[in-house]
């Protein structure tokens, strides 16, 4: 599939706010959202949404670190995490270059929580800069997150 910049670009971000884009090299932007696309029944704006705020989400996670926030992403949201984390080669690069020359580690818990972690991710992402899909996340206030309690795991 060949995606063209103008094709895979969603509108500017709201003014103030960080753009998860600036985080990530276009090549694999684009490429994150070829797979998303590929695997899932998603078209390229939901693919963008998505990998929008899954790049939110681990950067928080990694600017975050160290503070047991316990903070975790929804099941929608999560599919563009675990497709990005799929994507090896580019996801230890991005851990790399945004993390300090680390690895942002995904363990999750064997247990569900159902503890309103995912709402409170959600705000936490608006708090450091990132402009919130709500949604996205919405879908999933009620659900859970499989974060490790008393962890900074993702």
Known sequence: MTLTAASTRPAPPVAGRRDP????RPDVWDREIALLVRDYPFDEVMANRLFGQAVAYL???????????EIGCGRLVDIAVHAFILDTRNYREFCAQH??????????????KYDGSVERTAHILAANGFEVDWPLWERDFSQCTPCAPGTDCH
């Open 21 to 24: 884009r600036s985080f990530v």
């Open 59 to 69: 950067i928080t996670a990694m600017e975050k670190w160290g503070e047991h926030l």
């Open 99 to 112: 993390f300090d020359g680390r690895f942002l580690e995904h363990v999750p818990e064997i247990e569900f």
